[in-house]
């Protein structure tokens, strides 16, 4: 069955990078949209950065210029690097399947189980 689980979370200082991947399972990578959106403590979800039908990415304005989407098909994987990271960026980061459209709006088809990202000096 189709699988995602999200690793590499943690707490980071503003202004650091961190680099979030999502392991996909039960299903080929290179075939489907795929991206991440998150989730502040008691804010609606917010769709982040994704894959499109053209392999084009895309970006939330709050995050664009400092955060980037990548694949690799070869290890079913793709990630997100976060960089010059900001107390708002604090959430709980959700990597979906799903279009591209879909995920931009905080929704997935598919979703891990989420990882913890907080920015605090």
């Known amino acids: 069955q189709v699988q995602l689980v999200e690793s590499g979370g943690g707490l980071v200082q503003p202004g650091e990078s961190l680099r979030l991947s999502c392991k996909a399972s039960g299903f080929y990578l290179q075939y489907y949209t795929v991206g991440w959106f998150r989730q502040a403590p008691g804010k609606e979800r917010e769709g982040v950065a994704c894959?499109?039908?053209?392999?084009?990415?895309q970006y939330s304005a709050s995050v664009k210029g400092r955060f980037t989407i990548t694949r690799d098909n070869a290890k079913n994987t793709f990630y997100l690097r976060m960089n010059k990271m900001k107390p708002e960026d604090t959430a709980v980061y959700y990597c979906?399947?799903?279009?591209?459209?879909?995920?931009?709006?905080?929704?997935?088809?598919?979703w891990g189980q989420g990882t913890q990202v907080t920015v605090s000096s």
């Open positions: 894959f499109d039908t053209a392999d084009n990415t």
């Open positions: 979906a399947r799903a279009p591209c459209s879909r995920v931009l709006a905080g929704r997935g088809d598919y």
